[in-house]
């Protein structure tokens, strides 16, 4: 007999569906409809996020970022390569989703039978970033010239150490112990954080030991064990016959007696395959994933979510909850397991799957759930889309196809515009990166995560290598020096970030560099902060060239949005706008203008402007295809980048400031300006303001508010936004002011 909720429910849903159907008439069929299977399909969630999906799949605004559940700081690989004590090392590894600093971090290692530890490596100088590896090698040199690390920290610590282990020895990381000072040789100053072996036990014959091998960790063993190491947790493999008699051998992994193994299982520093297992957590909803492994079987990696609509699921019945794209359209799959359907993954190819928080269809909620692959990680680089080519001005739903981190800046793009887009669930919006500037930090790509990229020009793709591979989601040493200026609107319960990026290949129009602002995925209320390009395209970033030249203007919005429906309506709101100039070109002066009230603000000489948006009609999604966000009336805020076309002559060096009669005067459209910086004994830059006030003692513009070499400088003025009249040029230098009057004729 039916609950009678249920009844309801499932009546609801029915009336749910029906309404869909008589709407299908007049727009477009809905892939992704909702059929009663899962429960959270009885409570409308799948129905309500199905719906969006609809209206966002016509201009592919699907993207979710996975959340990972690692743990700990962890030891990852220890190595006893045979014949070759030089090329011993020990591996440890951050499994967690945030930076550690290792202050207090120890390894330590017990020889043999010794129950007290006889080594250690003191880690308070070093930091692991999320998904970073750190190795210590009894010899840097002879470790990457046998197994080659990559781009892994490799630390020398030479013979007698921690890492000169020769495969039956214990290893433990450890942190010292409160109002401790630590000594490896006293057990009461330390606690054990992650343990490999038995303290007081000679590995030879049991399951820790790995003599002329290597012991490598399991692939979902990714916490720390605490001072009880696991058998379970760990592959070992020696080239002795006895340890493979001995009882405690650990019957359940790979245990190899034979010098084979390390060539079909061989030495891999900086590339265990612990990221073979990713967590999603959360709630129910959209993800973009992608595969380490090349050939990934769908049902293998999603064998702990709620699958249906396909032959082979959890469900047969019901629509498909897991898509792929081609480049133009959008596909179900339709064989989870077997060969048909697209059923197997290629290496860099992104896919779409509804994640249920009922995993297991009992009416409680089951996540975070761990997925795993099962295989080799793909090794080669990736090339995208495998056959064809990206089309220009088309859309490209990729994936990171290793087991790590990706950095964006090292792929090989051909054809594509510089950006890369992942929607970020956290901030209900996409997040972007064009090599200098944008949200998603750095440009880093996580293991298992799908992105997009936009063709330009045509036969577009990009090259994937395993050089691309990230160690570190910090910052990065680059060869060009890169420029950016980053803008904050904040109102009482929302905030929103945009950026300007400047370098040699930037244009004031679209350039490759230019980031749209996309719509989202979600309608919930927002704030849109952008720029526009000069075809009036929405910018999230919006480059520009390093050699601006005169006066650049260009429109800025911000958008206070609710949500009415299927539509967002403008609202009007304070918003308060802050900026970070720190890491613009120098020579620039940068002056916001509030097209409705006229008020303006010199960005140099102020932190924030508080403003009301517009309430200026309604936002709606486009047609097809990704689409920014439109241009909604008039934009309330125009950016003007003034340039200051700067010189300076060294040659002869002024004893005194001055500031030098300007010329022309009146002038009309600009003026030059020269003053003079003298030398000081052990200073070789001078603490200078030049500014520009109105005939009423008001702020017009600063010229110049920085540290200038001695020698005599010039510099030219292009007014914007100002009426004819006098003005005074104000020159101050520590205690020194210089004033002169000019007259500007329109």
């Known amino acids: 007999m039916m609950k009678r909720n249920s009844f309801w429910k499932v009546l609801l849903f029915g009336l749910l569906a029906l309404l869909l159907a008589a709407c299908a008439t007049t727009k477009p069929l809905a892939p992704f409809n909702a059929i009663d299977l899962n429960p959270m399909l009885t409570?409308?969630?799948?129905?309500?996020k199905a719906n969006n999906l609809v209206k966002s799949i016509r201009y592919l605004g699907i993207l979710g970022i996975l959340s990972f559940g690692w743990g700990d700081i962890i030891i990852t690989e220890i190595a006893d390569p045979n014949d070759n004590s030089s090329a011993r090392y020990i591996e440890i590894h951050n499994s967690g989703a945030s930076s550690v600093t290792l202050t207090n971090y120890y390894i330590i290692r017990w020889t043999n039978t010794n129950a007290g530890a006889t080594a250690n490596i003191n880690l308070s100088s070093y930091s692991l970033a999320a998904g970073e590896f750190l190795i210590f090698a009894v010899n840097n040199t002879t470790l990457n010239s046998t197994f080659s690390a990559g781009a892994t920290t490799v630390v020398d610590v030479s013979a007698g150490g921690p890492a000169d282990s020769n495969g039956d020895d214990n290893h433990a990381i450890v942190t010292e112990a409160a109002g401790q000072t630590f000594?490896?040789?006293?057990?009461?100053?330390?606690?054990?954080?992650?343990?490999?072996?038995?303290?007081?036990?000679?590995?030879?014959?049991?399951w820790h030991e790995f003599e002329d091998g290597r012991a490598e960790r399991v692939s979902t063993a990714t916490s720390a064990s605490g001072a009880t190491a696991s058998s379970s947790d760990w592959n070992c493999f020696s080239d002795s016959e006895t340890w493979l008699a001995g009882v405690d051998q650990n019957a359940g992994n790979s245990l190899v007696a034979t010098t084979t193994a390390f060539t079909d299982n061989g030495f891999d520093p900086g590339s265990w395959d612990g990221y073979r297992s990713v967590t999603i957590s959360g709630n129910s909803g959209f993800r973009t994933m992608s595969s380490p492994v090349a050939g990934q079987i769908y049902s293998d990696l999603l064998s702990e979510l709620w699958t249906q609509g396909m032959t082979s699921a959890d469900v047969t019945s019901g629509d498909a909850n897991v898509w792929t794209y081609d480049g133009s359209s959008w596909s179900a799959l339709s064989d989870i397991t077997g060969s048909g359907g697209g059923s197997s993954l290629t290496a860099g190819q992104g896919f779409l799957v509804y994640v249920f928080a009922d995993t297991d269809n009992d009416g409680t909620d089951d996540l975070p759930a761990t997925l795993s692959v099962s295989g080799t990680e793909n090794s080669s680089s990736a090339t995208v889309p495998s056959s064809g080519s990206i089309a220009d001005a088309a859309w490209e739903l990729a994936g990171n196809p290793y087991a790590q981190t990706i950095d964006w800046d090292d792929v090989t793009q051909a054809a594509v515009t510089t950006s890369c887009y992942v929607w970020d669930d956290a901030t209900s919006a996409y997040i972007t990166w064009n090599g200098s500037a944008g949200s998603l930090t750095d440009g880093l790509i996580a293991p298992y995560q799908g992105f997009w990229v936009k063709g330009s020009g045509g036969s577009g793709s990009l090259t994937i290598a395993t050089a691309d591979k990230s160690n570190s989601s910090g910052s990065f040493y680059r060869t060009a020096q890169t420029y950016s200026a980053t803008f904050t609107a904040t109102s009482a319960t929302k905030t929103q970030t945009f950026y300007l990026s400047f370098n040699e290949g930037g244009d004031v129009g679209m350039d490759n560099y230019d980031a749209h602002k996309l719509m989202p995925l979600d309608m919930t209320p927002r704030l849109v902060g952008t720029t526009f390009a000069d075809d009036g395209s929405a910018l999230a970033v919006n480059n520009l060239p390093l050699d601006l030249t005169g006066t650049t203007v260009i429109d800025m919005d911000i958008l206070s949005l609710n949500v009415l429906g299927d539509i967002f309506e403008t609202e009007v709101e304070e918003v308060t706008l802050t900026w970070d100039l720190s890491n613009v070109p120098t020579g620039l002066s940068f002056t916001v203008t509030n097209t409705e009230t006229q008020e303006t603000v010199h960005l140099a000489d102020s932190d924030e402007y508080s403003f009301l948006t517009q309430e200026?009609?309604?936002?709606?999604?486009?047609?097809?295809?990704?689409?920014?966000?439109?241009?909604?009336?008039?934009?309330?805020?125009?950016?003007?980048?003034n340039t200051l076309t700067q010189s300076v002559d060294t040659g002869v060096v002024p004893t005194a400031f001055e500031l030098h009669p300007v010329y022309p005067n009146p002038f009309n459209p600009s003026a030059a300006i020269r003053f003079d910086v003298p030398a000081v004994e052990d200073a070789i830059m001078h603490s200078l303001q030049m500014r520009v006030f109105n005939i009423n003692g008001q702020l017009v513009e600063t010229l110049i508010n920085e540290q200038m070499q001695p020698g005599t400088h010039k510099i030219k003025w292009n007014p914007v936004n100002i009426s004819s009249g006098i003005y005074m040029v104000q020159m101050k230098a520590g205690e020194k002011t210089f004033n002169q009057k000019i007259t500007f004729i329109k």
């Open 183 to 206: 000594s490896h040789t006293d057990a009461n100053t330390y606690d054990i954080v992650d343990m490999f072996g038995v303290v007081g036990e000679d590995g030879s014959g049991k």
């Open 43 to 48: 409570s409308g969630d799948y129905l309500l």
């Open 616 to 641: 200026k009609g309604s936002v709606v999604y486009g047609s097809s295809g990704v689409n920014s966000y439109p241009m909604v009336g008039s934009p309330v805020l125009s950016l003007s980048i």
